[in-house]
Nanobody, 123 residues
Framework: VQLQASGGGLVQPGGSLRLSCAAS????????LGWFRQAPGSEREFVAR????????TYADSVLGRFAVSRDHAKNIVYLQMDELKAEDTAVYYC?????????????????WGQGTLVTVSS
């Protein structure tokens, strides 16, 4: 399966963005989905994950209560709604798909990655 991420851009602090990640060449059935981000000079870090089969989600503490993952099961799209954005949320955001048997916060456990979309939070 291939992943196509979109929706990044420039937003002011306190604003919102919604990222999308669409599957092509296959479906998300049988996978878990993850969102990760990488700021300049930093390691790639976990943001959120979703079990595609059930919709169950978990979040990193840094985004809990501000970000929300949702899905369009019919269209094979997963979304990351980001509200109350802060400057420290600035990063390239990646979606990833990994095997259903592994529901992980570790990037290395995901097999397929989107190309990344840049989110810049600045006034």
């Amino acid at each position: 399966v291939q992943l196509q991420a979109s929706g990044g851009g420039l937003v002011q602090p306190g604003g919102s963005l919604r990222l999308s990640c669409a599957a092509s060449g296959g479906t998300f059935n049988g996978y878990n989905l993850g969102w990760f981000r990488q700021a300049p000079g930093s390691e790639r870090e976990f943001v959120a994950r979703m079990r595609w089969s059930s919709g169950f989600t978990t979040y990193a503490d840094s985004v809990l209560g501000r970000f929300a993952v949702s899905r369009d099961h019919a269209k094979n799209i997963v979304y990351l709604q980001m509200d109350e954005l802060k400057a420290e949320d600035t990063a390239v955001y990646y979606c990833a798909a990994g095997p259903r048997a592994v529901f992980s916060v570790v990037a290395d456990n995901y097999s397929y990655w989107g190309q990344g979309t840049l989110v810049t939070v600045s006034s």
